[in-house]
């Protein structure tokens, strides 16, 4: 392996962030392994500390993914630049011969001599000063010094860089501290948009309290007088992540943030570089390049209740923006209560059945849908079978509990066994376009014949479809506007490196069994894609019931009397549990929307909390609805919970790195 590319990852510059620099550009998230810090409350351990995949690409490629993407620009962002600073480089020049730009967000520990170069080279860079002074660097970061860092951002500034700064708000500085900051960038420029990160417990800080939003708030308000463009980020539904106009307070970009770094544009105002309002400039750098943002899919009138951690808002889910509370929320004390422990933690799958008893407390539906993930979130990041296994223990309990407190019909399904990782297929070193990928299924897209004949021959690689034989095999027409030209299905333990992967190392994944395990009160389905009748039939009949999902749990470890479902279509096993979901909600298979590649738009036509839209109303809880019955569904499977079953009444947890973050509740 010659070249440590660990992220390879769509988005747009906004994520990364950056708000002044080209505003809605589209940008390849890239990075590397290490650091040359060692912060106390790093949130990117797992690109220091655990194992790694590489894609192993050289600058040409890299390039050339980028290009594919139809990116403008290529942010080294995953890990530090610095330590892996001449592929960074390398990576720049070749992307100038493609007309594409690079930028980097950085703790701007470099020499004197790579910020000539990088003056040279790169066009944005988003600059972490991570605290008021070398005191703080040498205690929390264990390196560094705030002068060096300051003359970083002087140094890029003058060379005509575009230059952002972002600070992580440790519970622990000081305002004082925070506005010694403040006060130093607004001495280089007032202009300097300055990223204010919440810090969430992470590392050797999971201990403390997550930093205040209120404090927050305060910090900004005080520190307007210094500097003009100050966000507030890393919770979702901050409304401080717009751009507002310095001198007359007017919107000029307004954005959404759906927490974590950064936020996604949702629409631009600005009239010829200035305010729409008074005509004043304010400074940002290249074009507007705003995609066309709405893909057809039906927008949710309803509201959403987002609470992540001593502060709740409410959001418009169909416009995807703050909004008022216009009655209460059913279990809003609850949630506020009873935080999701995270996804680690021995309560998460409790945390369901808790959360899912008061939901049929206060409303009495007539369907639940509950969702306990938690032995695959263990299976996937600990290498220790006996803790899976107690999880497994502990799931049993939590869905026995569940079933005789309510007195509900029952249905249970286990998505399957996790498996050893094998290996990896490196899609992305061998074909010329780019990939999208989830367990057990890939798509490549802009690929030809050979790309699908140098992918057949990769070890691992049990078949490649062209998208019409594809369809064939499952029954479906493959639109080729959603879908790539050639489908990939890998061996039993082999898992796929792809443009869109998450680069997080698994332990084990998930397996291709073609038989599922089901327990349930009511008639068996022979295949996944008939529990959408059944449980429907079930419902409109009058009957109550919960539809447990159990991701992680197959025919060895299923704690119930279980009978065999088919998990496959076409001879092709449902290798992830995200198609899983899908086809027991829609009863059909393959949903465009986790293929992401075509799928990313500027504005947000999308969910608000997780960015993508529920899936359809062509589902089981869209045929309770019609039938004038309700449906309550509640998970730690996040995105799923809220994209395969859309109901009446949605709670679902909100993770960082794995760790609590928030709960968001869906308002009837
Ligand atoms: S500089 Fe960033 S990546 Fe490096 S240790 Fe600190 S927080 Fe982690």
């Known amino acids: 392996m010659n070249y440590p590319l660990t992220t390879l990852y769509p988005g747009h510059a906004e994520r990364i962030p950056f708000f002044h620099f080209h505003p809605g550009i589209r940008t390849v998230s890239v990075g590397t392994y290490g650091c040359n810090l060692n912060c106390r409350y790093c949130m990117n351990q797992h690109l220091l500390n655990e194992p790694a995949l590489f894609y192993d690409l050289a600058p040409e490629q890299v390039a050339d993914k980028a290009a594919a993407a139809r990116t403008g620009l290529i942010s080294f962002s995953a890990n530090e630049p610095a330590v892996s600073f001449p592929y960074f480089i390398d990576i720049a020049q070749a992307a100038r011969e493609k007309s594409i730009m690079t ?31 070398t005191k703080f660097y040498r205690e929390v970061c264990r390196g560094g010094s705030f002068e060096q860092v300051v003359q970083t951002i002087e140094a890029l500034h003058e060379r005509g860089v575009h230059v952002e700064v972002t600070t992580p708000y440790v519970p622990s500085m000081t305002r004082h501290g925070m506005m010694h900051i403040a006060a130093t960038i607004s001495g280089i420029s007032r202009s300097i948009p300055w990223h204010i990160f919440r810090l969430l417990p992470e590392y050797e800080y999971r201990d403390l309290p997550r930093t205040g ?33 310095p001198r007359c307070g007017e919107l000029v970009f307004k954005r959404v943030s759906t927490g974590g770094c950064g936020a996604t544009l949702f629409d631009a105002r600005i009239r010829e570089g200035c305010c729409p ?40 889910m169909a416009g995807c923006l703050p909004a008022e509370h216009d009655r209460p929320a059913p279990l809003d004390g609850f949630i506020s209560e009873n935080p999701y422990p995270g996804d680690m933690d021995a309560a998460s799958d409790a945390w369901v059945t808790d959360t899912a008893l008061a939901s049929v407390d206060a409303c009495s539906p007539d369907l639940v849908v509950a969702t306990y993930a938690q ?24 869905i026995k509990r569940l079933i005789a407190e309510t007195g509900y019909d ?21 074909i010329q376009g780019i990939a999208s990928a989830d367990d057990g299924i890939a798509c490549l897209y802009h690929a030809g014949p050979e790309d699908a004949e140098a992918v057949s021959g990769l070890e691992g690689v049990q078949a490649v479809y062209p998208r019409e034989r594809f369809g064939e095999l499952l029954g479906t027409d493959l639109d080729p506007d959603l879908y790539g030209e050639y489908f990939v299905i890998p061996e039993q333990g082999w898992r796929f490196l792809a443009f869109s992967s998450v680069g997080r190392f698994s332990h084990r994944i998930d397996s291709l069994d073609p038989y599922v395990p089901v327990f349930t009160s009511l008639a068996v389905p022979p295949h996944l894609s008939d529990i959408r009748r059944i449980v429907s039939g079930a419902v409109t009949s009058g009957r109550k019931v919960v539809l447990f999902m159990v991701d992680g749990v ?16 076409g001879g092709i096993p449902y290798g992830s549990t995200l198609h899983q979901y899908m086809v027991v909600s829609t009863g059909r298979t393959l949903n465009p929307h986790f293929f992401a590649y075509p799928h990313w738009k500027s504005r947000p036509n999308i969910n608000p909390f997780s960015r993508h839209a529920p899936f359809n109303s062509d589902c089981l809880t ?44 869906v308002i009837a």
């Open 103 to 133: 930028g980097c967000s950085t703790n701007g520990l470099f020499t004197e001599g790579q910020l000539i170069i990088l003056g040279s080279e790169i066009s944005c860079a988003n600059i972490s000063l991570k605290g008021p002074d």
């Open 213 to 245: 939003i209120v404090d927050m708030i305060e910090l900004k308000n005080e520190a307007g007088d210094l500097l003009d463009y100050i966000y507030l980020e890393n919770f979702a539904n901050s409304i401080w992540v717009d751009t507002l106009c």
């Open 277 to 316: 309002a008074c005509g004043s400039p304010v400074p940002f750098t290249g074009e507007v390049c705003m995609d066309p943002g709405d893909d057809g899919v039906e927008k949710d009138p309803r509201k959403g209740v987002i609470e992540v951690g001593g502060w709740k808002s409410v959001v418009d």
């Open 375 to 398: 032995c695959a979130f263990i299976a996937r990041h600990r290498e220790d079978e006996q803790a899976y296994r107690e999880f497994v223990g502990i799931a049993h309990q939590e």
């Open 410 to 430: 029952y249905l249970v399904v286990g998505l399957g066994d996790m498996v050893p990782a094998k290996g990896t297929i490196n899609l992305e070193k061998h």
């Open 554 to 569: 197959g025919n060895r470890h299923f704690p119930f009397d279980k009978a065999p479902v088919s998990n496959s279509v």
């Open 622 to 665: 869209a045929d309770l609805g019609r039938s004038g019955r309700t449906a309550v569904s509640i998970g730690n499977r996040s995105i799923m919970t809220h994209t395969a079953f859309p109901a009446d009444l949605t709670i679902e947890c909100h993770c960082t790195s794995l760790h609590h973050h928030g709960t968001l509740e």
